[in-house]
């Protein structure tokens, strides 16, 4: 194939792995059967198989690179290098390695790692991030929750996936209010504790949502890309200048049959900087989820890695996490990891600021141990 | 719990099924830990486990209201009935059903089955659809396909999903040039086929995808609402009167596990209504993918099946189908059914014109025996 090109690798069980290898070519692309293709599409157009190997269990890598000119966005991306192949049984999305032209067609987060850290002002160590939780407490409530982690040194607050409103007023009414208190903190702090305003709203909605959550001063939004849409992220990001916290809702189907879906670190990692996400949220090992620590981690390496001039974002690994785990937590994901922890820091012992003042404490140690 | 519920049933392989199911309860709607959860949220927000009994092969059904007054637009009915359930190992929402209360605040499919039936002018028989491919070929050699197929009689036109263009104007050209030449048809046949356009592109394309696509004449739009965003359609079908035709691109990961995910009947049936679709694709079994019969039988089921005043929807079952299977398909799916004919027709022997009008010639027989 001539030019740059999309480079996939899938793991499959299968008994003819060329055979399968060129239904996916042909699927992803052109989706006819081969009487009708002919040499200049071949060419030019269908996907071309560069190798299967046998791996372990009876599976085999299928490799297949796919023409970097039939990928002009991230619809087309989702389309052309897993689409329809959700739909074959035993095939998973396991590598996939976007050549700068691809790349170069990408935005990526408006902050990243660095941009985030400059925004608040904290580097060096692990951000701390808490939930405004549960539904059903008043907006005062969570105002208040707001406000005494912010006091307390918290970098990040941010609404709970289940705060969803009747109407844009309801939102608009809980966003200021939270976003005040916690700019009131930031005031007496001399930080600047950033927050994100639940973006999980019906199309109709989100503009008018997005427009609230800058004018409350907040920075940027928690939003589900696998319900709301990938490219609605993408195009939110592209437009304003918001920060961008992934939460994982809906995404599990994509991870819970290991021979199918797509790889962890290609979804919730590469794809999700290509949204313009700046955190992803993921189910971190060892909590509520049953995640596996290496499938945790490829997320987190997808987050890091150099990916053409499309910025870093932070891993925050969440679901469930506790006190105690903060130094293990830290340990494994490094500095440039958000800590998210709603219930343990809400119930923590002795309060929501004692909880908080502790668990800054342990990861501002980390700190000083790491120079 | 007082006032209307939306009823849940999850199947889940646990040995704690009262546990997981309370757990369930709190995760979708408060997810705090219990001890955070005061008398009047667990009355009022959190879900309720209406019990939970034993299954074939270990797994069992759990029962969960959750109160309606939590779901006011899709995106809340699917991060309340599913969202971080996804992320669960083992557990399928497996039944839903819906109040008046909420299903009255969607508006469903503009046209619907009998809606498109009086577009056609088409009655008593399954429709037949075929598809412009492959990607690769010039947009008159699409022209042509969709002139050939609508002069032969043909009811549906769609591109397919894997034309992906580069610019809003290449998509225009060919949108204008293939409608155009299927309302050139019209005129000579006195019928009225009709013109579905990709609209599988960014965010800041799509609206003037779907300007273009009406002002050629066309009859809506293909899109593949888990790719692109269930309330991105559902958002399209409110504001715009268009006909909407789901693609199933991006679905699989719900369905691969049998033992995780939601049940197609509800994803792809009913959930896809409540998001406007007219006509729903699936991949039936028998074709190039592994779907099993009870499956693609439940996604009909559910298109076809009272929900409120939200109008039946098309069943189209597709991917491989042969003119061999055309009878047995419309036998198995009744009158009401989209059949999806792309390579089968374009490769026809004698050409596409007359494998259409042999296609069509058993649709209108099987309409003579029913009467």
Excluded: W
């Excluded at 940027?220 to 992220?233: R, S, Y």
């Amino acid at each position: 194939m001539s030019g740059s090109v999309l480079r996939t690798t899938y793991h499959a069980v299968t008994d003819a792995p060329e055979k399968l290898a060129r239904a996916i070519a042909i699927e992803q692309t052109v989706e006819v059967p081969e009487a009708l293709i002919d040499e200049r599409i071949d060419k030019e157009i269908v996907g071309k198989v560069e190798g299967v190997s046998p791996l372990q269990g009876g599976r085999f890598a299928l490799r297949i690179d796919y023409p970097a000119s039939l990928v002009h966005n991230l619809p087309d991306l989702l389309s052309v290098a897993y689409g329809n192949v959700s739909m074959l049984e035993g095939v998973r999305l396991a590598e996939l390695t976007l050549p700068p032209e691809v790349l170069g067609r990408f935005k990526g987060p408006n902050f990243g790692i660095a941009g985030l850290r400059d925004l608040l002002g904290v580097h060096g160590r692990p951000l701390l991030c808490t939930v405004l939780k549960p539904r059903g407490a008043t907006d005062e409530h969570f105002a208040r929750i707001a406000e005494e982690f912010a006091l307390a040194g918290g970098d990040l607050v941010k609404e709970d996936n289940n705060l969803l409103d009747a109407t844009s007023e309801a939102a608009e009414r809980r966003i200021a209010l939270c976003a005040g208190a916690v700019a009131r903190a930031n005031e007496r702090t001399g930080r600047n504790c950033l927050y994100f305003a639940n973006a999980c709203v019906p199309m109709d909605r989100l503009e008018r949502l997005v427009a609230a959550t800058l004018r409350a001063g907040a920075a940027g939004i928690l939003i589900p890309p696998l319900l709301m849409g990938l490219d609605v992220v993408r195009d939110l990001a592209a437009r304003h200048r918001i920060a961008v916290m992934a939460h994982p809702s809906f995404t599990g189907t994509f991870f819970e049959d290991r021979r199918h879906g797509i790889d962890p670190g290609i979804l919730l990692g590469t794809i999700f900087r290509l949204a313009g996400v700046d955190i992803t949220i993921f189910v971190n090992h060892g909590g509520r989820f049953n995640y596996r620590k290496p499938e945790c981690q490829s997320i987190a390496a997808a987050l890091h890695a150099p990916l053409a001039k499309i910025k870093p974002a932070f891993p925050a690994p969440a679901g469930g996490m506790t006190l105690e785990r903060v130094d293990e937590i830290a340990g494994e994901y490094g500095k440039d990891t958000v800590l998210v922890l709603g219930g343990a820091l809400l119930g923590g012992r002795g309060g929501l600021a004692k909880a908080t003042e502790a668990c800054l404490a342990r990861l501002r140690g980390r700190e000083t141990e790491r120079g």
